[in-house]
């Protein structure tokens, strides 16, 4: 449902939009009903997109390229732009890293990592946060974490190595059949050749040691090689450049790593988690 106060909070990237989508529009001599007939949207969508009452969607995005592009690509291009206004203000400089990354190593703690999550996993999870969020803030944010999936796609590939805490594929988001489905992706996302899944299992300290134990961690390296650590602790973020300190992290995830499950054990415990969450 399209909101009032979204005229005012509408950032630059979905005014520009905004504007190009109906100067195009007025240009080709159509009303917003012929727009939204070609597009598949309608009238009030695209009224509400080009009032800024609802900035554009992915999806509309993508046909407004189609439709009213002209060549000029500049919609395919807004697209990361007007994504990244969608994300909280703490996300947004660390998701265009992410977006570009050549190489990323992820440990989560608590939930799910976002690349993995899926739409209904990620709707119960933002839906069942705190403080809670409107309705319409929910779809936007669960819209823009799907849209960084694309990230597993792009040419050329990044190099994803993921550990997931054995606490995470048992904690209940949603309910069972959310959970089903979350697991079944998993173990499909640990099947792609640019991906190395490892679960680091609930007896981990049971020798007397645990690298893991300080928090979540995600490392980047960067299509100019370098590297970065960021870190999200609440609704805080931190991105770390100093190499002593990347380096630091770095040797603490590969202990982490070493510590966790091997890639093959890792997803037959995931596929047999799905079975039981299925029954």
Same mark, same amino acid.
């Given at each position: 449902? &399209?909101?009032? /106060?979204?005229?005012?909070?509408?950032?630059?990237?979905?005014?520009?939009?905004? /504007?190009?989508?109906?100067?195009?529009?007025?240009?080709?001599?159509?009303?917003?009903?012929?727009?939204?007939?070609?597009?598949?949207?309608?009238?009030?969508?695209?009224?509400?997109?080009?009032?800024?009452?609802?900035? &554009?969607?992915?999806? =509309?995005?993508?046909?407004?390229?189609?439709?009213?592009? /002209?060549?000029?690509?500049?919609? /395919?291009?807004?697209?990361?732009?007007? $994504?990244?206004?969608?994300?909280?203000?703490?996300? #947004?400089?660390?998701?265009? @890293?992410?977006?570009?990354?050549?190489?990323?190593?992820?440990?989560?703690?608590?939930?799910?990592?976002?690349?993995?999550?899926?739409?209904?996993?990620? $709707?119960?999870?933002?839906?069942?946060?705190?403080?809670?969020?409107?309705?319409?803030?929910?779809? #936007?944010?669960?819209?823009?974490? =799907?849209?960084?999936?694309?990230?597993?796609?792009?040419?050329?590939?990044?190099?994803?190595?993921?550990? @997931?805490?054995?606490?995470?594929? $048992?904690? =209940?988001?949603?309910?069972?059949?959310?959970?089903?489905?979350? @697991?079944?992706?998993?173990?499909?996302?640990? $099947?792609?050749?640019?991906?190395?899944?490892?679960?680091?299992?609930?007896?981990?300290?049971?020798?007397?040691?645990?690298?893991?134990?300080?928090?979540?961690?995600?490392?980047?390296?960067?299509?100019?090689?370098?590297?970065?650590?960021?870190?999200?602790? #609440?609704?805080?973020?931190?991105?770390?450049?100093?190499? &002593?300190?990347?380096?630091?992290?770095?040797?603490?995830?590969?202990?982490?790593?070493?510590? &966790?499950?091997?890639?093959?054990?890792?997803?037959?415990?995931?596929?047999?988690?799905?079975?039981?969450?299925?029954?």
């Amino acid at each position: 449902m &399209a909101r009032a /106060e979204n005229k005012v909070t509408a950032g630059p990237a979905s005014r520009m939009v905004a /504007e190009m989508a109906r100067r195009l529009r007025l240009r080709r001599g159509w009303t917003q009903e012929q727009t939204g007939h070609e597009l598949g949207f309608s009238a009030a969508a695209v009224s509400a997109m080009e009032t800024l009452a609802q900035p &554009a969607s992915d999806q =509309m995005l993508v046909k407004l390229e189609e439709v009213l592009g /002209e060549g000029l690509e500049f919609f /395919e291009g807004s697209r990361k732009y007007v $994504r990244l206004e969608k994300y909280p203000e703490q996300f #947004q400089n660390y998701s265009l @890293l992410e977006q570009e990354a050549v190489v990323l190593r992820l440990y989560a703690t608590l939930v799910i990592h976002g690349l993995f999550q899926t739409e209904e996993y990620a $709707r119960a999870l933002i839906g069942g946060g705190y403080p809670p969020l409107a309705e319409e803030r929910v779809e #936007q944010l669960v819209e823009a974490r =799907m849209a960084r999936r694309a990230l597993f796609e792009r040419e050329p590939t990044t190099l994803i190595e993921v550990v @997931l805490e054995e606490s995470v594929l $048992r904690r =209940m988001i949603g309910d069972p059949g959310v959970m089903h489905g979350q @697991l079944l992706h998993l173990a499909e996302c640990a $099947r792609r050749r640019n991906v190395t899944l490892q679960v680091l299992p609930l007896d981990c300290g049971a020798s007397g040691e645990h690298a893991g134990a300080r928090g979540g961690i995600t490392l980047v390296e960067t299509p100019e090689h370098d590297h970065l650590v960021y870190l999200e602790p #609440q609704d805080e973020s931190l991105l770390i450049s100093d190499p &002593a300190k990347v380096s630091t992290y770095a040797q603490r995830y590969a202990k982490i790593r070493a510590q &966790a499950l091997g890639p093959r054990e890792s997803l037959d415990l995931i596929e047999r988690l799905a079975g039981e969450q299925k029954t």
